[in-house]
């Protein structure tokens, strides 16, 4: 059953299991406990021999694949390890195309030949797992006779152990594939697309210096969020079902007076940003930051950046310990892009960068002259691949969910642009039209570099109606949701990027062959390549509807609808990309395509039917209640002889509220039609597409009307949550 409003209300104004005094690590050192549950480099060290530890350390590095014996090695001594850690199962840890993660848990007990318990975790147990594949969304890579799903370790992840309660269990990072070895999830695209950035970044590293061995990207994820009581999200149907309010008049105070962003975090929140950094701590996960965000009760967290395929990790697993202590402390975590109309929405910048072995971050300018033509090359060829691959990009963050920021008057915009701060702008404007590429060029635009100032600080958050910003020493991509996997924007910025670099070493070497010196060469082709991407270059207020007819007038795309958007992704030009790069076939991209379209279409139709029954059993009820209590009140006056004018109000009221309850049935009616209708569409694109323009719509239609409802009826009489008691109870 669920809550009614009114005793969620009283749960909260009497909560009592609140423990604000919890045992805080937080106050003892951090770097006491940091990584405690991680199988790192320490823990590696104390339980294998020298040998081993120097093999598996080296496979780390190298990408090459693990032989049996060894993985035999490093299984048993995690074993061990997590044992003296107290636990008993492990599970090989993946991210399927649901987007959540999944583990599947084996206990290390098992019995020997003859019947004798024992703990056991072998080589072949660390390395491979079977899960039952058929329970998650292929995309019709499994026929049913193959369906089968194999999870294999990532040792580029470290393994760790995930504490539930009084149980601990050590998960293993792994990758999820089919028995032909396709992609069932985010991780091994993210991979492969890793490596092959990498393969075509280190010969252009080469041009400016020859001691570069690898380059991987970097991402420093910002996680946005909501907070409310557990008493009032039960309370709320749809929030339960759909992760955001279907229903709900705008509350009298909302963001307006801007009085949250930055404000003091509330006592309880407190506790449990306190709670969750201690375990990401423990984790490893390196979060440092926390503050209010612009919405009531909304937050955000980050962490020190990382390597692309472990930050990756990290912000699932934070996803998943938010929801896990969010509870703890009686409250949800809605991780939703837009929980609240009219309130900001959530979404999770990723910034993104690449740097070398030697620890240099290949988009940040500096002081030495050298190493600003390699910046400018880094920093050039990005946003050259940005323009090429802009609709691929915008595809990577289509979801149900994401489709009420993009482009919705407060996020980004669905239109992909660059913003680059005012001195870059003046920087490329001088190379593009005034400076020859020769020697004297070169030194022109070296000055021109050394004499910026400090961008990493003036640049950051400049312009935040940017979907793509440069922000001094690495791009932040904006566009990303809050409730995403970064695996895809980051999978994609990696494949555009290297093929991108692969281009212009090509490029530039044809000049050398010419005899043209290499900084004249290369300053010829980024040149030529700021001709060609400046109409993806935009510095102006990304909200603006001036900037959705200049920006059409340009030829960048606007999609803000996921159906729309989805379609870069089986393009002729996103086959080739993803295919020639051999990040993923064009049988993946499919799969991967038609997961997410009728994940798209899954969400739409859980919440149409959702607000249906809203509407039908708890909005229609409360109404009608009201209207009775409008309509018998009528009936009496007018028994005791009053004039139709002395109860004008009454009647006026309950003209209107029938006139609400009419039209919201109506409506309940057409959309369950038009759902049906879309339901009936055999292909899935077409499903989608009827979601979107036939069913999406009557949506919002009834929310006008419930909304209304909201309004005239008696606050008493109404079931629903609020929207103040949703953003201002705590
Ligand atoms: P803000 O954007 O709030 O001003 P910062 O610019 O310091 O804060 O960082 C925001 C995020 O960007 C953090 O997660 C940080 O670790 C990350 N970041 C900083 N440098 C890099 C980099 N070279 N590569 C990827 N992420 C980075
Ligand atoms: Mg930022």
Not at 83 to 92: C, F, I, L, P, V
Not at 412 to 417: H, L, N, T, W
Not at 551 to 571: M, Q, V
Request: glycine residues 6%; hydrophobic residues 40%; contains cysteine.
């Amino acid at each position: 059953m669920s809550l009614s409003r009114f005793n969620a209300i009283d749960i909260i104004l009497n909560r009592s299991d609140l423990d604000l005094d919890f045992v805080d690590k937080a106050t003892e050192n951090i770097s006491s406990f940091y990584g405690c549950n991680v199988f790192n480099d320490k823990a590696m060290q104390k339980y294998m021999d020298e040998e081993a530890y120097l093999s598996i350390k080296a496979i780390i590095q190298s990408g090459e694949k693990l032989d049996f014996k060894l993985a035999a090695m490093v299984a048993d001594a995690m074993k061990r390890w997590a044992m003296d850690k107290g636990a008993t199962h492990y599970a090989h840890w993946f991210q399927p195309l649901t987007g959540k993660t999944a583990e599947k848990h084996d206990s290390f007990f098992t019995l020997n030949a003859d019947g004798k318990a024992i703990e056991e975790f072998d080589g072949s147990g660390l390395a491979q797992q079977e899960p039952d594949g058929s329970s998650f969304p292929g995309g019709g890579l499994r026929s049913t006779f193959e369906a089968r799903g194999y999870t294999a370790w990532d040792p580029s992840s470290p393994a760790f152990i995930l504490e539930v309660g009084e149980g601990k269990t050590l998960c293993i990072p792994t990758i999820f594939v089919t028995y032909g070895g396709e992609s069932l999830d985010y991780k091994l695209p993210l991979l492969k697309s890793q490596s092959y950035l990498e393969k075509h970044a280190i010969p252009v590293c080469h041009f400016f210096d020859k001691e570069v061995k690898r380059v991987i990207t970097t991402l420093g994820w910002e996680q946005e969020y909501f907070l409310i009581d557990e008493a009032l999200y039960n309370a709320r149907p749809d929030l339960m079902l759909t992760g955001r309010t279907l229903l709900g008049k705008h509350s009298p105070k909302g963001q307006q007076l801007e009085d949250h962003y930055f404000g003091s975090i509330p006592e309880r929140v407190y506790a449990f940003m306190r709670d969750l950094e201690t375990e990401c701590h423990k984790l490893s996960i390196p979060v440092r930051t926390r503050h209010n965000e612009v919405g009531p009760g909304q937050y955000e967290l980050a962490p020190m950046f990382e390597e692309v395929n472990v930050a990756v990790d990290h912000n699932s697993l934070l996803m998943d310990l938010m929801e896990r202590i969010g509870k703890r402390h009686r409250l949800r975590v809605l991780l939703h892009e837009k929980p609240f109309a009219g309130v900001n929405g959530s979404g999770k910048h990723n910034n993104w960068s690449m740097a070398t072995n030697n620890g240099k971050n290949l988009l940040s300018p500096g002081d030495v002259p050298g190493r600003n033509l390699r910046f400018l090359t880094f920093f050039v060829n990005t946003i050259k691949a940005v323009h090429q691959f802009a609709d691929i990009l915008r595809a990577t963050v289509a979801s149900a969910s994401n489709d009420h920021r993009l482009g919705a008057n407060e996020a980004p915009p669905a239109i992909v642009s660059v913003y680059i701060g005012e001195e870059m702008t003046q920087v490329l404007g001088m190379i593009e039209t005034g400076i020859t590429p020769d020697a004297e060029g070169v030194k022109k635009v070296l000055n021109l570099l050394s004499k910026i100032p400090n961008l990493a600080q003036d640049n950051t958050d400049r312009n935040r109606t940017s979907p793509f910003a440069f922000t001094g020493n690495k791009f932040e991509i904006r566009m990303v949701g809050s409730n995403q996997n970064c695996a895809r924007p980051m999978t994609v910025m990696n494949t555009i990027v290297g093929q991108q670099l692969k281009t212009f070493y090509a490029e530039v070497t044809a000049l050398l062959g010419k005899g043209i010196d290499q900084d004249a060469a290369i300053l010829t082709i980024l040149q030529r390549y700021i001709k060609e991407f400046k109409a993806i270059l935009f510095e102006g207020d990304g909200y603006s509807d001036e900037w959705k007819n200049e920006a059409a007038k340009r030829g960048l795309a606007n999609t803000p609808n996921t159906p729309e958007a989805l379609k870069a992704y089986i393009t002729k030009e996103a086959k080739d990309l993803f295919e020639s790069t051999g990040v993923l076939t064009h049988r993946e991209l499919e799969a991967h395509y038609e997961v997410m379209v009728e994940t798209y279409n899954l969400h739409l139709q859980i919440e149409s039917r959702t607000m249906g029954e809203l509407c039908i059993n708890w909005i229609l009820p409360a109404a009608i209640q009201y209207q009775n209590t409008l309509a018998d009140n009528v009936l009496k006056l007018k028994e005791i002889g009053l004039d139709k004018d002395d109860y004008r109000a009454q009647l006026d009221l309950l003209k209107r509220v029938s006139e609400n309850i009419n039209k919201v049935k109506e409506l309940v009616e057409k959309m369950t039609k038009a759902r049906r209708k879309a339901n009936d569409q055999s292909d899935a694109a077409e499903r989608a597409e009827h979601y979107c323009d036939n069913v999406k719509p009557y949506m919002e239609e009834i929310r006008l009307y419930a909304d209304r409802l909201e309004y005239l009826v008696e606050d008493r009489q109404w079931p629903l949550v609020k929207y103040r008691e949703l953003m201002f109870l705590r």
